[in-house]
């Protein structure tokens, strides 16, 4: 069993085994530097087959071997290389097989003013790479629609002026509030949360705001858990982040970007002054295709009529038909029989001169 680390030696001249000094050293390290941050310049930089990640901090005067095990290597947003500035944080440890003095890190960040920006365009590379960024799977916003969600923290200017725009151009359109926090690491995941939330809720659209503030301020919008929950999203989700100069990498996952909360509101609210002069031209249109098509029924109609004869006049003309065959008949049979009898004359005085 080891000895307390702080306890020193005896005076008896305790003899250690080298096991017994580089273990004691580890523990005496690891119970002293237990969480330090350090920041250097990654040189060395190994990545063998099992995950791990193992490289070299140096500055100008020193060095110190660093150790990344494959779980928190997974984390890392920014792709390592040689000669990156970072930020790591960690336990000083020792390899005692070797008797390496050691940092086992949890986190790597990059180091100076431009660490947020290699961040961002790491991610951004990696999520471009996955095809979360590709037009195809961009859904079009609806032209009316009814039932909004509108993903945002429940105070500030934010949500008065989508409230305001849609208030102005469509107060038909019901707005429900989804309230998170926008800023600081607890954001990340209120807003994960707030997302899968309003997408379970049927709404026609969603719209995930924040007012401006500086890139530290607009960070969690830029997080990996966040694009990932914006791109699962089935209902259209409009990103409007920031200021109109501010970009984030909510706004190239979400299906349309709005250069601010406003316009965002405003790609949503259909402007109730032009759909009603739409609705009035489509009446006139309507009207007067009415009055063409009952002008050219009319017509029709009295064509039709025209042609179109009374029952009892049809049956006058076949009376009289029948009146005017009769009178022919009996003329006819007049005649017929008058020829006979005139014939029957004759052969009787023949029939007389022949007795």
């Not at 790491?122 to 609806?142: D, H, N, V, Y």
């Not at 029709?300 to 038909?321: S, T």
Request: charged letters at 25%; hydrophobic letters at 40%; aromatic letters at 4%.
């Amino acid at each position: 069993m080891i000895k307390d680390p702080f306890e020193r030696l005896g005076l008896d001249r305790e003899v250690l085994t080298v096991s017994q000094l580089n273990g004691r050293a580890r523990v005496l390290l690891e119970d002293v530097f237990r969480n330090v941050w350090v920041e250097g310049e990654i040189s060395n930089l190994a990545r063998p087959a099992s995950g791990h990640i193992y490289f070299t901090l140096k500055d100008s005067g020193a060095q110190v071997r660093c150790a990344l095990f494959r779980q928190n290597a997974t984390r890392v947003r920014q792709a390592l290389r040689d000669g990156l500035a970072v930020r790591v944080r960690g336990k000083v440890s020792l390899f005692e097989g070797r008797g390496d003095y050691q940092l086992i890190l949890d986190t790597v960040e990059p180091a100076g003013d431009g660490a947020l920006r290699l961040a961002f365009e790491a991610l951004k590379e990696k999520l471009s790479a996955e095809g979360l960024f590709s037009t195809e799977r961009k859904q079009p916003l609806p032209a009316h629609p009814q039932r909004i969600g509108i993903i945002t923290s429940p105070t500030g200017a934010v949500i008065r002026d989508i409230i305001s725009v849609f208030g102005r151009r469509a107060p038909q359109v019901e707005l429900n509030l989804i309230p998170t926090a926008v800023q600081g690491r607890e954001a990340i995941n209120q807003i994960v949360h707030a997302l899968r939330l309003a997408d379970s809720r049927g709404f026609d659209a969603l719209i995930l705001a924040r007012g401006g503030g500086s890139l530290e301020d607009l960070w969690c919008f830029n997080e990996e858990a966040v694009a990932r929950a914006i791109a699962a999203c089935v209902t259209p989700i409009v990103s409007a982040v920031g200021h109109e100069t501010d970009v984030s990498i909510s706004d190239f996952v979400a299906d349309v970007r709005a250069p601010t909360p406003s316009a965002a509101a405003e790609l949503l609210a259909p402007d109730s002054s032009g759909l009603q002069l739409r609705l009035e031209g489509l009446q006139r249109r309507l009207l007067l295709r009415m009055q063409n098509r009952l002008s050219h029924d009319r017509l029709r109609v009295e064509g039709l009529a025209r042609r179109l004869r009374h029952p009892g006049e049809r049956l006058r003309q076949q009376a009289q038909r029948l009146d005017d065959l009769d009178m022919r008949l009996r003329r006819a049979f007049a005649l017929n029989m008058r020829a006979r009898q005139e014939r029957l004359g004759r052969l009787d005085t023949r029939l007389a001169a022949q007795h």
